[in-house]
């Protein structure tokens, strides 16, 4: 539901006024010129989270984008996200503009659980509109003392961001012409090093959704079962949102 008339956004916030929340915007920080983290304050002593939920965004009186928490701490109040500022939509000027001390409505987390507590191996692959995915999984992955790797396709100006944050995953450049090419070329030294620990994992493909298709087929041939392939796709090539 990326786009819909504004009387039907407002009255989604007027009726469904239980599923929404205050928000203030509490602190901003930019990891590159395309990765923003912004921290929000609102009371969530009463809400669910787990990784992958998404909460939706106003963006302009008729359109609507979902982005997923990296952090949700009920206790203090406060929840994260990492947003990409690519300058190509609605939801990306939003976060741009964004200050502290901005108030704004969003609803609460909600959408597929995708986290499989009960596999002990997970494997991510993902872009920049994953990051913020991917830090509320790895956390619930550590936390459970499970084993993780994964492989980001970004653009240049972000290669050194999982780097600088600490995040032990692979990077590769993103190849627009051909999706996650890099990326299956990784894949599959790693699949053909470690067959049967892969055989073993659950996959999280999310991101662009050509790289996501690419990434997914390559599985499909060494022989992972659809069961263990989790998918989101968070956007595409001339979609105007998802």
Do not use: C
Not at 60 to 71: A, I
């Amino acid at each position: 539901m990326p786009n819909v008339p504004k009387w039907v956004a407002d009255q989604m916030e007027n009726l469904l006024s239980s599923k929404y929340l205050d928000v203030e915007v509490a602190e901003t920080i930019s990891y590159s010129p395309e990765i923003k983290k912004i921290t929000f304050r609102a009371e969530l002593s009463h809400l669910d989270f787990y990784p992958g939920s998404s909460m939706v965004f106003r963006a302009s009186d008729r359109e609507l984008r979902h982005y997923t928490p990296s952090s949700f701490d009920r206790e203090q109040g406060v929840f994260e996200i990492l947003f990409h500022i690519h300058g190509k939509g609605p939801g990306s000027g939003l976060a741009d503009r964004l200050l502290p001390g901005d108030r704004l409505k969003v609803s609460a987390p909600g959408g597929k659980k995708l986290y499989d507590k009960d596999k002990t191996f997970h494997f991510f692959f993902g872009d920049e509109t994953s990051l913020s995915f991917y830090v509320a999984l790895l956390r619930e992955i550590n936390r459970n003392k499970q084993w993780a790797r994964g492989i980001f396709e970004l653009n240049e100006i972000n290669r050194k961001v999982p780097d600088d944050r600490g995040y032990e995953v692979r990077t590769v450049l993103r190849t627009p012409d051909e999706p996650a090419r890099e990326a299956i070329i990784l894949l599959e030294a790693w699949i053909i090093a470690k067959p049967e620990l892969f055989r073993q994992s659950v996959f999280y493909l999310t991101g662009n959704v050509a790289s996501v298709q690419k990434f997914r087929a390559v599985l499909k041939k060494h022989g992972i079962s659809s069961k263990n392939i989790k998918l989101q796709g968070y956007w595409a090539e001339g979609s105007v949102g998802l």
